[in-house]
């Protein structure tokens, strides 16, 4: 028993006398080193960048309303409360929640207070592709028209349609807060079942 006592003991002692030769080697101390370094920097800048950001302020759910082209630009993202607004098929959403897609600096940021239809239909975000005017889509092949649709179901599924795009001379439609409502309980229902 002494003899096994013995070889535990000096495996132990040849253990600890490795452990001790490689973490006091030069090579394992820079790495070492240079790993707090990197922790020491992360951990800083994470501090730093948390402490930086302002708290989003949730804006309250925009009141359903029909828009002129004119009254759409307004909603672009650089008004007092930064509410950003497109259009695509016809359809008014508010994007505002998706601001880093469509806010200024964004991949999409080209749509904010426009109709996108046309440039979503060809899968271009130049402002090119986008007219200032009204834009009746007639002349767009069905496959485009499929796109725009698609895209109009994505953000019929994770943003508020707040209205319609109003045609030079059409009037705009008359919503009450029971609409509103109702579209909310919808909402509410699709994300439940998903």
């Known amino acids: 028993m002494a003899s096994v006592n013995a070889s535990i ?7 600890l006398t490795k452990c001790v030769v490689f973490f006091t080697s030069p090579i394992s101390l820079l790495f070492f080193g240079i790993c707090a370094f990197v922790l020491l920097i992360k951990l800083i800048s994470w501090r730093r960048n948390k402490k930086q950001k302002p708290p989003e302020m949730q804006l309250p759910r925009m009141k359903k309303r029909d828009m002129t082209m004119d009254e759409l630009k307004k909603f672009d993202g650089t008004g007092q409360d930064g509410r950003i607004c497109i259009a695509v098929n016809g359809k008014i959403f508010d994007v505002t929640q998706g601001k880093e897609f469509y806010g200024a600096g964004g991949p999409y940021s080209v749509f904010a207070g426009r109709d996108a239809s046309r440039a979503l239909s060809i899968f271009s975000v130049s402002k090119s592709a986008i007219k200032d005017d009204y834009d009746d ?3 767009l092949t ?10 109009e179901l994505q953000l019929t599924e994770k943003y508020d349609q707040i209205g319609k795009l109003l045609r030079p001379g059409q009037e705009p439609g008359d919503y009450t807060d029971s609409e509103e409502e109702i579209s909310e309980e919808r909402k509410d229902d699709k994300l439940k079942s998903q």
């Open 9 to 15: 003991f000096s495996h132990f002692q040849l253990f």
């Open 137 to 139: 889509l007639s002349d």
């Open 142 to 151: 069905s496959a485009e028209m499929n796109r725009i649709l698609e895209w």
